[in-house]
Every structure is written in structure tokens, then in C-alpha cells.
């Protein structure tokens, strides 16, 4: 079975400032999806990033990028600028191609992350 | 883009009761949909997935009398804690692809069930 760590609990920094969040994962697959999720104090889950396994260009969302290593399984968020708006919870997600009813998103621990003024 | 939306956001009830929890898609069809569950400062945790037309998939450690998934219709599963007890109070999320296979999903906004 799929496993996904994210061994930050908590993480606190300055307005403007970058942040990178680590996520490892445990997987015998070849192609999978990889996510990061921001869910705010509303509890709302948001999509922040995606990266398909297969590609090696790491995927870039205006402030956020990842830095994905295939080899060592490895999935970190980097948010650039910060803003007071990022705090949240962020989760990282592993997900399998659907295959005979997978799609199943297996999430991470939770990184809180609080941006301060 | 894709809405999903749930009822109620807030739901309190007496222990012995049972609660029934709506998952709709409002402007596309789901096919498959998936129930979470969120204890206070925890991650989600998947109990189910809900078929349209079929029996929904548990996952192992839930139980299937407790907690009943009915996928009525191609844009509305439900979920009904049955005999609710305390340990029962959660947060509960639920998720639909957007379209069969698309590794997208869409979340609701969620539901905060309390069991006195």
C-alpha cells in the first residue's frame, strides 16, 4: 500500500518570505499522481499543485513549485513570497492512475503552516 | 468550474440517532464519489467509496452497517452514521472526479457532525 510522510507538523514564517514543505512517499508504481492540497481555516480542500509521475519538468503554479525526485520519492512544496492568505493546512496526496476503481487519494500527515505579518 | 456541494454543513445530534449526510455534484455527473473522514488537527481519511448503481467499497477498519453509503443517482451519494455515538463526531468530506478516470477531484465544503 501506498504511503505518503510529511514529517513537518507545523512550520511558521514571515510575510514574503519562501517556504518549502517536504513530502516522501512510498510507492512499487511506476506512474502516479502527486498533490498538494491547501485546506484553510474553512475547511475547504483547494488543489494547489499537481505533478504527473511520468514527467520530469517539475510543475510550477504562479508562487508554488515542487520539487520532485522520482529516485528518492520525494514531493516538497515551495512557496515563494509568502502571503498572509497561505496559512493553512497543507496536505500532501498520492494517487494511482485509475485502474479497476483506484483514483483514491491517500493523504499526508498535514503541514500547518502559518504566515506571519 | 465543478462545484460540489454537501448538507448540512452542521449537524448536531443525540447519541442512538441516526444522521444522513448529502454529496451532490451540481453541474456535472459523478460516477464516483468518496467519503472522508477528519478528526480535529489530523489528516483525511477515506472510508468509502460510493458507485453509482453499485454497492459502495469500504475501506478496511470501517464499518459498512454503521456508516451507509447509497449512490443514489449519477450527482448524489449519501452517507447515514447510523446509531451515532459520540466517537462518530468528525468531520466529514466528500470528493468526485470530474470526469471517469480524471485524476482531478473536486472536494465539498464538508460536514461537522457532533454527537451528544
Known amino acids: 500500500a501506498q504511503t505518503v510522510t510529511q514529517s513537518q507538523p507545523e512550520m511558521s514564517v514571515q510575510e514574503a518570505e519562501t517556504v518549502t514543505l517536504s513530502c516522501t512517499y512510498d510507492t512499487s508504481e511506476s506512474n502516479y499522481y502527486l498533490f498538494w492540497y491547501k485546506q484553510p481555516p474553512s475547511r475547504q480542500m483547494i488543489l494547489v499543485i499537481r505533478?504527473?509521475?511520468?514527467?520530469?519538468q517539475n510543475a510550477t503554479e504562479n508562487r508554488f513549485s515542487v520539487n520532485f525526485q522520482k529516485a528518492a520519492k520525494s514531493f516538497s512544496l515551495k512557496i515563494s513570497d509568502s502571503q498572509l492568505g497561505d496559512t493553512a493546512m497543507y496536505f500532501c496526496?498520492?494517487?494511482?492512475?485509475?485502474?479497476?476503481?483506484?483514483?483514491?487519494?491517500?493523504f499526508g500527515q498535514g503541514t500547518r503552516l502559518t504566515i506571519n505579518p | 468550474g465543478a462545484v460540489v456541494s454537501q448538507h448540512p454543513s452542521r449537524v448536531i445530534c443525540k447519541s442512538g440517532t441516526s444522521v444522513k449526510i448529502e454529496c451532490r455534484s451540481l453541474?456535472?455527473?459523478?460516477?464516483?464519489m468518496f467519503w472522508y473522514r477528519q478528526f480535529p488537527k489530523q489528516s483525511l481519511m477515506l472510508m468509502a467509496t460510493?458507485?453509482?448503481?453499485?454497492?459502495?467499497?469500504?475501506e478496511q477498519g470501517v464499518e459498512k452497517d454503521k456508516f451507509l453509503i447509497n449512490h443514489a443517482s449519477l450527482t448524489l451519494s449519501t452517507l447515514t452514521v447510523t446509531s451515532a455515538h459520540p466517537e462518530d463526531s468528525s468531520f466529514y468530506i466528500c470528493s468526485a472526479p470530474r470526469t471517469s478516470g480524471s485524476y482531478e477531484q473536486y472536494f465539498g465544503p464538508g460536514t461537522r457532525l457532533t454527537v451528544t
Open positions: 453541474d456535472f455527473q459523478a460516477t464516483t
Open positions: 496526496a498520492f494517487m494511482r492512475p485509475r485502474v479497476q476503481g483506484a483514483q483514491k487519494l491517500v
Open positions: 505533478q504527473e509521475a511520468y514527467k520530469q
Open positions: 460510493s458507485n453509482e448503481g453499485s454497492k459502495a467499497t469500504y
